[in-house]
């Protein structure tokens, strides 16, 4: 089993190349090379025992820095090493130096158990851990807990062992190969899970980002949008909307190229990105059209907030255009009100942003939220001009 869940994550990493998903396939390889010398001896019965009981520390200590690898969390690679080290030393001692098997029992058993319960304490201070995320924790405390009871309660019941002879019939391995057969599974099930989960999430950012900004796309902003709204109309919280456009962005690709365009659009993403927040969200909702909902702001904070960007962008050179050059941008911006749709908020910063336009561009407009929402002539004259810039 061990095996196979080797090769498993040797396969995931061909494809996701992710170093944790490697050692995680070489700590299951090591696992599985430690059961077969349990079974099979090399030159000498002592020989085979020290390599099984190395393979199956460092299976674990591989276990441990792979598994909180994938949960960003810093792993403790120094204390489960010492614990390693400190088990493995003292197993030798009782091989070699004063044999006695209970003394080789305990010595791999404590060292295991410290391991597991080192990895779990890291584990529960992960952020944003998911249901699987917690089975395996759980797992991690369970397990670890029981490397300290099981040995002591299954020698006391079985025991004492004197020699090798007839082991592989005892309590003791008879509940040490079930307990890790289901250790390995559960935890090998639950990497196995999270990294699907992590593939699917990373999936639906890529299709909720725009690849040039780095902003959410139209489609991630909107459904951004209609979250933040459901839950401000709970908590009766303040939001607005700012809309953006880029003045005059159809000379700059005609004049210096697309490559050039692209620069201007990342550069104010960036300068975008500077002046938002946690609570906000940012997105390029068309061509040279980017968007910000405020959360917990008032129009005129809106207002504040679009001053600050259009400034800030006025003062930004672009990479790879003339260092002189400057580029301007127009905002629009409507506060929501209790009822609205997302549409007709688009709609009200939309008519602001024209307006912002159509009074000489590089300006902030504010829309007047005692006006009807519906306003075509004004954001069909808008949305022509859109599409000849």
Not at 72 to 84: D, I, M, N, S
Not at 343 to 359: G, N, Q, T, V
Request: charged fraction near 20%; charge should be positive; hydrophobic fraction near 50%.
């Amino acid at each position: 089993m061990s095996l196979i869940f080797a090769a498993t994550f040797f396969l995931l990493w061909q494809h996701r190349r992710q170093a944790y998903i490697a050692l995680l396939g070489v700590s299951f390889l090591a696992i599985g090379g430690g059961f077969f010398l349990h079974y099979f001896t090399l030159s000498s019965l002592p020989v085979s025992k020290l390599v099984a009981n190395f393979l199956f520390l460092a299976g674990g200590v591989g276990f441990a820095i792979g598994g909180l690898a994938r949960f960003e969390r810093r792993p403790p690679v120094l204390t489960t090493a010492l614990f390693a080290v400190v088990g493995f030393g003292a197993f030798i001692w009782f091989l070699f130096v004063q044999p006695d098997i209970i003394g080789r029992i305990y010595s791999l058993n404590f060292a295991f158990g410290a391991i597991t319960l080192t990895m779990a304490a890291e584990l529960r201070r992960a952020p944003r851990r998911n249901f699987v995320d917690n089975i395996l924790l759980g797992l991690l405390l369970v397990y670890g807990a029981s490397f300290f009871v099981r040995p002591v309660l299954v020698i006391w019941i079985d025991g004492p062992y004197e020699s090798y002879d007839n082991i592989h019939q005892s309590l003791y391995w008879i509940t040490l190969s079930f307990s890790a057969s289901l250790f390995l599974l559960i935890f090998a099930l639950s990497l196995i899970t999270a990294i699907a989960l992590d593939v699917m999430e990373e999936l639906r950012l890529e299709s909720h980002t725009d690849p040039l900004s780095g902003l959410l796309n139209r489609r991630g902003f909107e459904q951004g949008v209609a979250e933040t709204l459901r839950n401000s109309r709970r908590r009766r919280m303040a939001v607005t909307l700012v809309v953006c456009d880029l003045d005059h962005f159809k000379s700059v690709n005609d004049t210096y190229g697309h490559a050039a365009g692209d620069y201007v659009i990342m550069t104010f993403a960036n300068c975008m990105r500077d002046f938002t927040g946690s609570n906000q969200i940012a997105g390029r909702i068309g061509g040279e059209e980017f968007a910000v909902l405020l959360c917990g702001s008032d129009r005129n904070s809106g207002r504040l907030f679009a001053e600050g960007v259009r400034a800030g962008f006025g003062l930004l050179p672009v990479p790879h255009l003339p260092g002189d050059m400057r580029f301007s941008a127009s905002f629009g911006v409507a506060e929501w009100r209790d009822g609205e749709t997302v549409a007709e908020l688009f709609m009200r910063a939309d008519r602001a942003l024209y307006e912002a336009k159509k009074a000489g561009r590089d300006r902030v407009r504010v829309d007047n939220p005692l006006r009807s929402p519906a306003a075509p002539l004004a954001l069909s004259q808008h949305t022509a001009e859109t599409a000849g810039r």
